[in-house]
Every structure is written in structure tokens, then in C-alpha cells.
């Protein structure tokens, strides 16, 4: 799960795996949330360019690991830009921490769970 503000979300990793990447919004942020390549890993963003909300999709038929967004930059999974109009620019990274649900709900008792 990650808190931003006062607003606190859980996300099912299952849901994380098979959907990712997943944006969101909490606490009226803008959010990306993305699995590795390791299938494994989880990193979450900011995911906006300035004022700029960005949207993202897994690149189709890419080998490697590769998110491509609205403008056709392609982004790596340490959320900078490898290409296009973005290139060389990085998403804020946020914390996001991988714990069992009695865990979080104990620290975070308002959380809402994400369900898309």
C-alpha cells in the first residue's frame, strides 16, 4: 500500500501483478504503479510532468521492460525517460511498501483498497 496526505490505499498484489501498471490517484495525486521485470518488484510514482497528469501502457511487443506514455516516450522501470519528448526526465519515486494486510490496516485504519 502507499499513503499520500491523509489518505491511505491498499493495493491486492494479485490485482498489482496482473494489472500493471496501474494509475490511480490518492489523496488527489496522480500515481503509477508498475512491477518489474523480475515480475516481482514494485515501484510507485508520481505520475505527472509538472502539472501534467501522464498516462502510461506496457510498450507492445517489447523484450524488455518498457512503459511508453500519451506522447510516445518510452520510460524505464526507475521512472525516467529513455526517449521521446520526455526524454531524460524521471518521475517522482514514492513509497510503496509490500506487507501483509493485518500490517497495514493495523497502521493505516481509514485505508481504502483498491478494486479496478
Known sequence: GLS??????AYPLATVL?????QDQVGGVPILLAVGPDKQSLRAFISRDGDQRLEFFQKPGAADWTLIDTS???WNFKGCATSGAKSGKCLEQIVFLKDYWFDWRNYHPTTSVYRH
Open 18 to 22: 496482473k494489472q500493471s501498471p496501474i
Open 72 to 74: 510516445g516516450s518510452e
Open 4 to 9: 499520500l496526505g491523509n489518505e491511505a490505499r
